[in-house]
């Protein structure tokens, strides 16, 4: 049963403290090629970049210690939806304190959704960065709880071409390679323990796919500069397979915001939508 009495509290700070290394790591780990050597060599001319969805990794730590006192183990959570804002560039190395609250645990029938709401700051205490994580619990659900509030999507439009297409490959090894960024739940790299979650492998973190669609936004519409990145929100509605080529078409809308769709092809010829309810929102 979980633990409903730590719902609205806020826990923290959480020191995430990191150097020049970690943010390489993760550049890497989110598909970064040696072509992009400003976020992979330290010594770079202008100083090494930061893929602004580092900073998502600082979210394991609290992630890991509301967990506990939800009384929820790991190996049952699901990521269902993530929503990421940024408010400045991240540095290469410092120290974020971040702060976490649970805004909500609904009542999905055979899952708890638990919605974790997390910001970070640096230095003079400015805030770096807001993110919302949903976090579906397999066997939690059935308690005969609220179901939570049901959101509005934002439709593609139809019969108009994409403004832009964008293809980003996974490697093989990407799920073990960003698994280093701190998200250890074995789903990703044991195989018997994702047979047991019902997929033929394991698969590939979700904030992994989301930083692969951050960076192709960054490369893309911001011209490899990521101070002009500002948001990113979606639900997680399918896998992605460590190998998988990620596609990305986008529309704009108004105010910098844009409407994608994100889909793996799996032989079909239509594609599998991967992400849903995608919005973006990019520097104008």
Same mark, same amino acid.
């Given at each position: 049963?979980?633990?409903?009495?730590?719902?609205?509290?806020?826990?923290?700070?959480?020191?995430? %403290? /990191? @150097?020049?290394?970690? *943010?390489? !790591?993760?550049? $890497?780990? &989110?598909?970064?090629?040696?072509?992009?050597? =400003?976020? +992979?060599?330290?010594?770079?001319?202008?100083?090494?970049?930061?893929?602004?969805?580092?900073?998502?990794?600082?979210?394991?730590?609290?992630?890991?210690?509301?967990?506990?006192?939800?009384?929820?183990?790991?190996?049952?959570?699901?990521?269902?939806?993530?929503?990421?804002?940024?408010?400045?560039?991240?540095?290469?190395?410092?120290?974020?304190?971040?702060?976490?609250?649970?805004?909500? %645990? /609904? @009542?999905?029938?055979? *899952?708890? !959704?638990?919605? $974790?709401? &997390?910001?970070?700051?640096?230095?003079?205490? =400015?805030? +770096?960065?807001?993110?919302?994580?949903?976090?579906?619990?397999?066997?939690?659900?059935?308690?005969?709880?609220?179901?939570?509030?049901?959101?509005?999507?934002?439709?593609?439009?139809?019969?108009?071409?994409?403004?832009?297409?964008?293809?980003?490959?996974?490697?093989?090894?990407?799920?073990?390679?960003?698994?280093?960024?701190?998200?250890?739940?074995?789903?990703?790299?044991?195989?018997?323990?994702?047979?047991?979650?019902?997929?033929?492998?394991?698969? $590939?973190?979700?904030?992994?796919?989301?930083g692969h669609v951050v960076r192709a936004l960054v490369l893309s519409l911001c011209k490899g500069d990521p101070s002009g990145f500002r948001s990113l929100e979606c639900r997680f509605s399918n896998v992605v397979y460590p190998g998988d080529v990620i596609n990305v078409d986008g529309w704009r809308l108004s105010g910098g915001r844009y409407a994608l769709r994100v889909w793996v092809?799996?032989?079909?010829?239509?594609?599998?939508?991967?992400?849903?309810?995608?919005?973006?929102?990019?520097?104008?």
């Amino acid at each position: 049963m979980i633990n409903l009495e730590i719902v609205g509290q806020t826990f923290g700070p959480f020191d995430f %403290v /990191y @150097d020049w290394r970690d *943010a390489v !790591l993760y550049n $890497l780990s &989110v598909g970064a090629g040696i072509s992009e050597l =400003e976020y +992979l060599y330290e010594r770079v001319p202008g100083g090494l970049r930061v893929y602004p969805s580092f900073v998502t990794v600082t979210g394991y730590s609290p992630l890991y210690d509301i967990l506990e006192k939800l009384g929820i183990d790991i190996s049952v959570v699901l990521h269902g939806e993530q929503s990421l804002r940024v408010f400045s560039p991240v540095p290469a190395e410092g120290i974020i304190k971040s702060y976490a609250r649970v805004s909500g %645990v /609904y @009542d999905k029938k055979k *899952a708890a !959704l638990v919605v $974790l709401d &997390v910001y970070g700051e640096m230095g003079s205490a =400015e805030r +770096l960065f807001e993110m919302s994580m949903g976090l579906f619990c397999r066997g939690f659900g059935g308690w005969g709880g609220d179901p939570g509030p049901r959101k509005e999507a934002v439709p593609l439009p139809e019969k108009k071409e994409p403004d832009f297409s964008l293809r980003r490959a996974t490697l093989e090894e990407q799920a073990a390679l960003y698994r280093l960024c701190g998200d250890y739940n074995p789903l990703h790299i044991d195989p018997e323990c994702a047979r047991q979650a019902g997929f033929s492998r394991p698969i $590939l973190h979700g904030l992994c796919t989301f930083g692969h669609v951050v960076r192709a936004l960054v490369l893309s519409l911001c011209k490899g500069d990521p101070s002009g990145f500002r948001s990113l929100e979606c639900r997680f509605s399918n896998v992605v397979y460590p190998g998988d080529v990620i596609n990305v078409d986008g529309w704009r809308l108004s105010g910098g915001r844009y409407a994608l769709r994100v889909w793996v092809d799996r032989g079909d010829g239509a594609g599998v939508d991967v992400l849903s309810r995608v919005v973006a929102e990019i520097a104008e």
